[in-house]
C-alpha cells in the first residue's frame, strides 16, 4: 500500500552507527504501518542518541535511572484518535521514538546479529509501542513479540 508519510530522523551524538540507518528506520516503519493496516498517513519522529542522553530522558519521564535502548512516546489514545493529527499536514501524529546507538552495537555483539537487525527490531518493537502495544503482561508480551517478529520476517531481517 503506498501512503504519504513523514519520517523525520534526527541523529545527536557523536558516536557514528556504521550502516544505513536511514534506510532501516524508513523500512521497518513503512512495513510496521502496513502491517498494522493503519489507515492514515502517518508522521514518526525518531531521534538516534547516546547511552548519556538516553538515560537523561528516561529518568526524566520514566524516573528509571539507567540507559536503555529505546524509548517510545505515543501522541495518541486511542479512544479518540482524531485529536491527534496534524493540523498543518493531516497526518496522524502516532509519536516518538529515541534509540540509543550505543546500545545498537552492544545488543548486537551481546546477541550474535547484525547492527542493522538490532536497529530494525527496536524500531519494530518501539512501533508496536505506538501503536498501543505493551509487554507488561505475558499475554500482551507474546501478541507484541509475535508482531515485531513478523514485521521484521517480512522485510527479510533475521538474526
Known sequence: MERK???????????????????????VVEKAMDYEKCPYEAEVNVTLTDNAA?????????????????????????ETPEDYFNPDTGELMLGDIVISVEKVEEQAEKYGHSKERELAFLTAHS?????????????????????????????????
Open 54 to 78: 538516553i538515560h537523561e530522558i528516561n529518568r526524566e519521564y520514566r524516573e528509571i535511572d539507567r540507559a536503555t535502548d529505546v524509548l517510545s512516546f505515543p501522541m495518541i489514545e486511542y
Open 127 to 159: 512501533m508496536m509501542h505506538l501503536f498501543g502495544y505493551d509487554h507488561m503482561e505475558e499475554d500482551e508480551a507474546k501478541v507484541m513479540e509475535a508482531k515485531q517478529r513478523e514485521v521484521l520476517e517480512l522485510l527479510g531481517i533475521t538474526r
Open 5 to 27: 508519510m513523514t519520517i523525520n530522523i534526527e541523529y545527536e551524538t557523536e558516536k557514528k552507527l556504521d550502516l544505513d540507518y536511514e534506510t532501516i528506520i524508513r523500512q
